[in-house]
């Protein structure tokens, strides 16, 4: 089976692209959006739409596979490609790539994956959000020509067994936090609720007893509404407000995250970006030592890297640097869906937990894609995505991940 036609139509995410510096620093809410200037090039505003395109492979037989192109909601930032502009990206896929698309053969995904990854455009690599949709439409390609699922392409061409067992989902609330919290408790998410922590003053807490007493309200409110047998973990992303709270003070910050822990006792907690460096080698030193004062102190607190950790050379570094206890394999910042399948096998063998993650600010598309390489990868978690509204996210990833793993036990596939 062969690509016969290559098309592109423009798309929007399931959120916006935002300006995380500009965020940091105080801009102030104008009803939805923000006010004030943006600090990250590429942005003209600190909020702006979410954009995506669409690659449709036809096959010669008419079937058409497809993958949207998407980026972060905080492009530009921490080492990450900058703000993705769907119209100039569908003339360089239908007018350029398409050339080299049709007449592909459709036997094996990797091959085609790592070509169009490694691949220049105008003296550099493509965005990583035009990789990370080419390669969806090729994995979805070789499963609608070889008439398999996504999951069962990528467990053959990696050497996985593959097990029908779902994927631990982790959803996000947004600035709704109590609201969106509710519905994740009601539905009874495995990992809530992310908290969207990206402001001090807002947030945080100028010492971090915003946070604190969010986690007590959490624990009171999820015995209320879903009874003494549920028991999610916690996960927040604070965006690096820990160390701006705390003046970067390694002590103070792990002293901090251990009332957070007792807060949180007896459920697991994750932190995710505690600090936010301006280079690699800074954050990878910030982390690691946080780390050690926190395992020093007796602190089980799961640490957590996003940011500066964009490809998988950073994500090898970060782990061989012990300065991580989980790694978000943060699907569009990567590029092609192959990076992220490799990294979450990676990540697993070094004895580090691995979150298959993302955005927000993706598709349904994307994020329907990321559930069958959950699934062949069996990482410890994974993102509903996308939105911040946590039902329509949750709802696309949940339904996904149930139909697939139905149509696999139907075909034999065992449990773990």
């Not at 063998?349 to 349904?364: M, S």
């Not at 990868?377 to 946590?390: C, I, R, S, W, Y």
Request: aromatic share 6%; net charge negative; glycine share 8%.
């Amino acid at each position: 089976m062969k690509i016969a036609q290559v098309l592109a139509s423009p798309g929007l995410s399931g959120f916006y692209a935002d300006d995380q510096e500009a965020i940091r620093q105080d801009a102030k809410h104008d009803g939805f959006a923000y006010a004030g200037t943006p600090l990250t090039p590429g942005f003209a505003n600190v909020r702006q739409k979410g954009e995506a395109v669409s690659v449709l492979l036809v096959l010669e037989d008419g079937q058409v596979a497809y993958g949207d192109c998407c980026t972060v909601q905080y492009p530009g930032v921490g080492g990450r490609d900058p703000v993705f502009e769907a119209e100039e990206f569908i003339d360089v896929i239908e007018n350029h790539l398409a050339k080299q698309i049709v007449g592909r053969e459709l036997q094996r995904f990797r091959p085609l994956a790592k070509e169009f990854d490694d691949l220049s455009w105008q003296g550099r690599k493509l965005h990583s959000a035009m990789r990370y949709g080419l390669s969806q439409a090729f994995l979805d390609a070789v499963a609608k020509a070889t008439r398999r699922t996504m999951a069962e392409v990528v467990a053959e061409e990696y050497g996985l067994p593959l097990v029908a067992q779902p994927i631990p989902i982790f959803a996000q609330t947004g600035d709704q936090r109590r609201r969106n919290a509710d519905k994740m408790i009601l539905k009874r998410v495995d990992v809530l609720p992310h908290g969207l922590i990206n402001n001090v003053r807002t947030k945080l807490g100028r010492k971090g007893e915003l946070l604190l007493e969010f986690i007590q309200w959490l624990k009171q409110r999820a015995c209320h509404l879903a009874g003494e047998d549920y028991h999610p973990a916690l996960h927040f992303d604070v965006y690096g407000t820990i160390g701006l709270a705390f003046e970067g003070d390694t002590e103070r910050m792990a002293d901090y995250i251990g009332t957070l822990e007792e807060a949180a006792a007896p459920w697991r907690l994750h932190v995710e970006m505690p600090m936010l460096a301006d280079s690699k080698q800074t954050q990878i030193h910030a982390m690691r030592a946080l780390r050690a004062a926190l395992r020093r102190k007796g602190i089980a607190v799961l640490i957590v890297v996003d940011e500066w950790c964009n490809t998988p050379q950073d994500i090898e570094d970060f782990i061989a640097s012990d300065a991580v206890d989980m790694v978000q394999i943060k699907t569009p910042g990567l590029g092609g869906i192959s990076n992220s399948i490799e990294s979450v096998l990676y990540t697993k063998r070094q004895g580090v937990k691995a979150y298959l993650g993302g955005t927000c600010n993706e598709t349904d598309r994307s994020a329907q894609v990321c559930v069958h390489v959950a699934i062949a990868t069996q990482p410890d978690q994974m993102l509903a995505k996308p939105g911040m509204g946590v039902d329509e996210g949750l709802m696309t990833v949940y339904n996904e991940m149930q139909r697939t793993l139905a149509i696999l036990r139907a075909r034999g596939a065992g449990r773990d």
